[in-house]
């Protein structure tokens, strides 16, 4: 017995003594070719089955017991940190929905808008405000087990606060040994990931091969286009403005390790571990990204607001809606407050078009054939939306600390 578990443990450092990032790419590159040659293996797409449902499992969980444990120990100081990325989410965000509205002016798309889409639309931006308080007061136990971030975030900060000013030091310590334990169980699942990276690529390759890149392509490359102009020219030139200095070599990393992994897990929720992880190991005061991370996964949405804003532009200009300066600054500001209410989970935007397409009076019907699209192309779209988001959501959470920093330091 002892030998096994010698042997076990040989195994298990030679394999975590991989770059993750190898890893990750091996297991792409794997399941990119089982997925061609042999797509009638379903089998072998349990392991991504498997790694992101545990991933989803776990990391309410994981939000619940860290931002309380943080909460109850925060010091005084993190205020003007919090103010900061937050205002970086929306500002950002913001930014986002306006690149979409000039890459849809300057490359205008047309769709055949045809078929019919699963969901129930969100009806009005005051639908959306409705959700969120609605979601934000939920029961707490029934907001782990349905994950529902809003809730959890709300009731953490509640119970934090309660904790802080009303538990003992021993109490305090028992729920930071839960978090702590909580994150040892989530490294063990991340070092699962090239598993699940192979079966996540394996299912999307054997279902739909390679043409989805070719189908629908010029709405890819107007998406995926505003999306790369966003996070590899605006989202830096925001980070310089605020240090004054390279922000590339920090946003680079960000986009290997947390939009790597986001782009084939299609969840920003599922990927907050990783954010987790990362951010751990850019030596960022976890006091703070242990909140500010789940935060940016509910609402630092820049990709989905660009899904938006493109999709309803792109209906409009099928139905040979004319789109005013005055009205497109207001689908910006819909689409940014509506991207703030998208759930953490693959195609959660697609839902909140209907809702921007009513800005032009266009018809619920069909907004939701747009929808369908969505849901055709989300292979790349939505793939591409929650690597921008998550990847953000710990560049943001760095800007602000090392901000921060700076102005202890002067």
């Given at each position: ?125 005051a639908d959306v405000f ?13 907001a782990v087990v349905s ?264």
């Open positions: 017995m002892k030998l096994m578990e010698d042997f076990i443990r040989q195994i298990f450092r030679k394999w975590t003594g991989i770059s993750l990032v190898l890893r990750i790419f091996i297991g792409l590159v794997i399941g990119t070719a089982l997925g061609l040659t042999v797509p009638e293996w379903n089998g072998i797409g349990l392991l991504g089955i498997v790694f992101v449902s545990a991933l989803k499992a776990i990391a309410p969980v994981l939000v619940a017991v860290l931002v309380a444990s943080s909460i109850a120990q925060a010091g005084e100081g993190l205020g003007a940190r919090f103010r900061t990325v937050i205002v970086l989410y929306m500002t950002t965000t913001l930014l986002a929905a306006m690149v979409a509205v000039v890459g849809s002016d300057l490359f205008p798309v047309t769709l055949q808008l045809s078929g019919t889409a699963e969901g129930s639309p969100v009806g009005s931006l409705e959700n969120l308080l609605t979601n934000m007061v939920a029961n707490p136990v029934q994950a529902n971030y809003i809730g959890i975030l709300f009731w953490a900060i509640v119970f934090g606060m309660g904790l802080k000013f009303a538990a003992s030091q021993q109490t305090i310590l028992i729920v930071q040994d839960l978090a702590r334990m909580v994150s040892v169980a989530v490294r063990w699942i991340i070092q699962m990931a090239p598993f699940g990276i192979l079966g996540l690529v394996f299912s999307a390759v054997s279902q739909s091969g390679l043409d989805v890149f070719t189908v629908y392509g010029r709405l890819i490359l107007l998406l995926v286009g505003c999306m790369l102009i966003h996070v590899l020219v605006l989202c830096p030139l925001v980070a310089f403005l605020m240090l004054r200095r390279n922000p590339y070599p920090l946003l680079f990393t960000c986009l290997r390790v947390s939009g790597l992994q986001a782009f084939f897990t299609r969840s920003s929720a599922a990927n907050i571990p990783v954010n987790m992880s990362l951010c751990k190991h850019l030596s960022i005061d976890e006091d703070f990204y242990s909140v500010s991370i789940p935060l940016g996964a509910t609402v630092n949405m820049n990709g989905a607001a660009i899904t938006i804003t493109v999709m309803t532009l792109a209906v409009a200009h099928t139905m040979g809606v004319e789109v005013s300066y005055a009205s497109a600054l207001l689908l910006c500001v819909v689409a940014a407050l509506g991207a703030c209410g998208t759930s953490g989970v693959a195609g959660g935007s697609l839902l909140l078009i209907p809702m921007a397409c009513s800005l032009f009076g266009i018809a619920n019907d069909v907004a939701m054939q747009a929808v369908a699209v969505g849901f055709i192309i989300g292979v790349v779209q939505d793939s591409m939306e929650t690597a921008l988001n998550s990847s953000s959501d710990v560049f943001f959470t760095a800007i602000a600390d090392y901000y921060d920093m700076q102005k202890i330091e002067k």
